[in-house]
């Protein structure tokens, strides 16, 4: 049985090791973000992960209500990994998609929230910071964050002029 099928996603507050990040207020309906993390565990389904066997799955929500599915792919020269979250952004980028509402990431580490790395941070950043992050265990127990709680005082668009 795929995990999570058959369980309902339930919200929990800040991560065992008190994470500052969590939020409980969030945009999406309750229906919206089960179906995020839902979607998200099918991404995960497809995680390429021969090396690590860390398998991890992402699921953006566009501004137009589009999802798009993202997971993991590793190479044997593990630097050149590409992350679930780059992903989904760059999939939803090709489809033509540049503002986005929400990302659902499921990966499994026991009881302890999985958030993304800097790179997925800095590149979620470059398409706003009001965006909800929903970090997902299998069993769809979830906690909500947003981009600019992720990476606060980040190095983005609307700092960068040109003259």
Known sequence: MEQGKGTEAQQIGPSTNNATTAEINKKLTDAEVEDLIDASLRGRQNSYSPYSKFKV???????????????????????LA???ERTAICR????????????AITAEMGDTFVGPCGMCRQTMVEFGLDWEVYLAMPNKKYMKTTVAKLLPDSFNPAWVTFT
């Open 57 to 79: 799955g992402a699921a953006l929500l566009t501004e137009d209500g589009s999802v798009v599915l993202g997971c993991n792919v590793e190479n044997v020269s593990y630097g």
């Open 82 to 84: 590409v992350c679930a």
């Open 92 to 103: 939803a980028v090709v489809e033509g998609h540049r503002k986005f509402k929400a990302i």
